[in-house]
């Protein structure tokens, strides 16, 4: 009898008051405390591994932190709100099987994302071309890279043409190799355009001792001799080299004498050397 007197004399109104108040309280906390923290966790991944490791590992473990963060804030919310989580994921996975036969491109683009990373053709801030596009890497993504063009624009290229087209990674390794071609008149002399080359490059403070510098004899062109100067330079100054090596070699060219033909065309009359002769009159004044 005491018992059921207890059991009356309890106030079950302010019992469910203060439950749903406890209830709001822990949902509130989860969402206004645990969200910052997933992206303050994903932020702070990412900058220690980008450091440690790589920018694409950074990148990497940031989302997979930030995303299982999330996906456990919302079950812990919804688990608080009194939903049964049973029937919620069974829909999930029903709709998720629905939408997998959907979407069987983006599938194969995951996929082919997972091959991306497992290989590492490329990774945050490389340079690379896909066929005629190229650009500075933003993101490596499950369904798509995003590159940024150098005249600033946005291009996000799926992981299934990547696998399939060929790339080409720019900035994989930690020297590039400038190739300056070179056309001089027919009169000079070769060897002294050699010196002065390689004693251009040798004086540039930008360009590698080693490898040396290469001149190879491309050929005769139609108004010039064509000369290719072989230079090697570190990645991040291989623009800088080659503005500054054209400018020395004009500048050497104009002090040294030495000619830079531009297209011109010969008349001939019929004899295999002699051209056609052609005599300028002047109009006389009546």
Same mark, same amino acid.
């Given at each position: 009898?005491?018992?059921?007197?207890?059991? $009356?004399?309890?106030?079950?109104?302010?019992?469910?008051?203060?439950?749903?108040? $406890?209830?709001?309280?822990? &949902?509130?906390?989860?969402?206004?405390?645990?969200?910052?923290?997933?992206?303050?966790?994903?932020?702070?991944?990412?900058?220690?591994?980008?450091?440690?490791?790589? *920018?694409?590992?950074?990148?990497?473990?940031?989302?997979?932190?930030?995303?299982?963060?999330?996906?456990?804030?919302? %079950?812990?919310?919804?688990?608080?709100?009194?939903?049964?989580?049973?029937?919620?994921?069974? *829909?999930?996975?029903? &709709?998720?099987?629905?939408?997998? @036969? *959907?979407?069987?491109? =983006?599938?194969?683009?995951?996929?082919?994302?997972?091959?991306?990373?497992?290989?590492? !053709?490329?990774? &945050?801030?490389?340079?690379?071309?896909?066929?005629?596009?190229?650009?500075?890497?933003?993101?490596?993504?499950?369904?798509?890279?995003?590159?940024?063009?150098?005249?600033?624009?946005?291009?996000?290229?799926?992981?299934?043409? %990547?696998?399939?087209?060929?790339?080409?990674?720019?900035?994989?390794?930690? %020297?590039?190799?400038?190739?300056?071609?070179?056309?001089? #008149?027919?009169?000079?002399?070769?060897?002294?355009?050699?010196?002065?080359?390689?004693?251009?490059?040798?004086?540039?403070?930008?360009?590698?001792?080693? !490898?040396?510098?290469?001149?190879?004899?491309?050929? @005769?062109?139609?108004?010039? %001799?064509?000369?290719?100067?072989?230079?090697?330079?570190?990645?991040?100054?291989?623009? #800088? &080299?080659?503005?500054?090596?054209?400018?020395?070699?004009?500048?050497?060219?104009?002090?040294?004498?030495?000619?830079? !033909?531009?297209?011109?065309?010969?008349?001939? =009359?019929?004899? *295999?050397?002699? !051209?056609?002769?052609?005599?300028?009159?002047?109009?006389?004044?009546?």
């Amino acid at each position: 009898m005491d018992n059921l007197n207890d059991l $009356s004399s309890i106030n079950w109104s302010e019992l469910i008051t203060l439950g749903r108040i $406890s209830t709001v309280i822990n &949902v509130g906390l989860l969402i206004v405390i645990g969200i910052p923290l997933c992206f303050f966790l994903s932020k702070w991944i990412r900058k220690y591994l980008t450091e440690k490791l790589s *920018a694409q590992q950074g990148m990497i473990f940031s989302k997979v932190i930030l995303y299982s963060g999330l996906t456990i804030i919302i %079950i812990s919310v919804l688990y608080n709100l009194n939903f049964k989580l049973a029937p919620l994921l069974g *829909a999930a996975g029903i &709709v998720g099987i629905a939408i997998g @036969f *959907a979407s069987q491109t =983006s599938v194969s683009n995951i996929i082919s994302g997972f091959f991306l990373m497992a290989e590492k !053709p490329f990774e &945050v801030n490389d340079i690379i071309t896909v066929d005629d596009t190229t650009g500075i890497i933003l993101s490596i993504d499950l369904l798509s890279i995003k590159l940024r063009t150098f005249d600033n624009k946005f291009v996000r290229i799926p992981n299934e043409t %990547i696998i399939k087209t060929e790339v080409t990674n720019v900035t994989r390794f930690p %020297i590039r190799r400038v190739d300056l071609e070179i056309g001089v #008149a027919y009169k000079e002399n070769i060897t002294k355009v050699k010196a002065i080359l390689l004693d251009i490059a040798k004086k540039n403070p930008l360009c590698l001792n080693e !490898p040396k510098a290469l001149i190879l004899f491309k050929g @005769f062109g139609n108004s010039s %001799i064509d000369l290719l100067l072989l230079v090697w330079a570190v990645k991040t100054d291989w623009l #800088a &080299v080659k503005n500054s090596m054209l400018e020395e070699i004009k500048k050497r060219f104009d002090d040294e004498g030495v000619e830079i !033909p531009f297209p011109h065309v010969s008349l001939y =009359s019929g004899s *295999a050397t002699n !051209p056609l002769p052609i005599t300028v009159v002047e109009k006389k004044s009546s």
